[in-house]
């Protein structure tokens, strides 16, 4: 298997180690799951980076890529609300929009659109980070720890910041969509399915 590959699934395979560091509520539990969280993040941009950089992007790396991302984010966020850190409806728009996405690039794929990445969405990705990572900190380090200060002063701003550009860039997916859809039907084509029912034209006439 690729050394990407093998990033790409290690950062699965910290999901439920974050987790169990973070509801344990061990007295660091915290701390660890904070730096397990951020440490998976930082394996988003380094797998990508290698199987560019080594043209060893395969069809695995493209499936597990955008799974392992969304379990982490997904998992984070459900911690979260179970620890009654974040409120249901923060976790409910993010989490709503990444299987909404998902479910536009499939069918996109199916019709042979290629929806890409967009700048919005790797800057989401970004302060998602720093909103969980803010979060995470915030209520589980002593109060007026500087790490904890920091981190209650990021929370709010990156909470909404997070929910508008998951808003934002879901609109710029759905609108890449509509626009790949649109230049479609402007190329003159024949349907498969209607081509199959054309008549064949008889022989001698």
Known sequence: MK????ITLARIFLVPIFLFAYLTRLQ?????????FVVAAATDGVDGYLARKNKEVTRLGK?????ADKLLISAAL?????????TTWVAMVIIGREMAVTGLRAIAAAEGTVIAAGAWGK??????IIFITAAILASNLPYGNWLQVIAQWLFTPMMWAAVALTVWSGFEYGWSYYRGLKQRAERPHVPLKFRLKLPLRKRGR
């Open 3 to 6: 050394l990407p590959n093998l």
């Open 28 to 36: 660091i539990g915290g701390l660890i799951a904070a730096g397990i």
């Open 63 to 67: 499936f597990l890529d955008p799974l």
């Open 78 to 86: 459900v911690a979260l609300v179970e620890l009654r850190e974040i």
């Open 123 to 128: 800057i989401k990705t970004v302060v998602q």
